[in-house]
């Protein structure tokens, strides 16, 4: 969404300028408007992942007005240390999975990281087997 790190200009796909950590900028849901404070920059390499706004859920609530956990995503942060398959089974544990698609971190990856992942162990294992 920023211009400094995707410098295109195109109909239909509109990017801030001058932006940058630290930034503030204006929301805006329907009616209601707000101004945050820009604290961070991801780039995953996964376009609809970096074209998102990530904020805290109570924010997010105030504004879009609702006060309801309706939400598309929701990630949890865990503990240095937890294996994230516990935390995975405790929630499928709860019922979660009967209204959610709950994975972990691995399982969320995209199949193009994966392949890579995959493509980067094979050509690892076959230099290290080179004497």
Do not use: C, W
């Not at 929630?91 to 009967?98: E, I, K, M, Y």
């Amino acid at each position: 969404m920023l211009y400094k790190y995707t410098p295109i200009e195109a109909p239909g796909f509109q990017t801030l300028k001058d932006v940058s950590i630290g930034s503030k900028v204006k929301l805006t849901v329907g009616d209601v408007s707000r101004e945050y404070y820009v604290k961070g920059i991801i780039s995953s390499k996964v376009d609809t992942f970096d074209q998102s706004v990530v904020m805290v859920d109570s924010e997010a609530r105030k504004l879009i007005g609702r006060t309801d956990f309706n939400a598309n995503q929701i990630a949890i942060i865990l503990t240095p240390g937890t294996d994230p398959n516990v935390a995975k089974a405790a929630l499928l544990g709860s019922g979660v999975g009967n209204y959610a698609r709950v994975q972990t971190h691995d399982e969320a990856l995209p199949k193009f990281l994966k392949d890579i992942q995959n493509t980067f162990a094979i050509l690892g294992n076959a230099i290290s087997g080179i004497d």
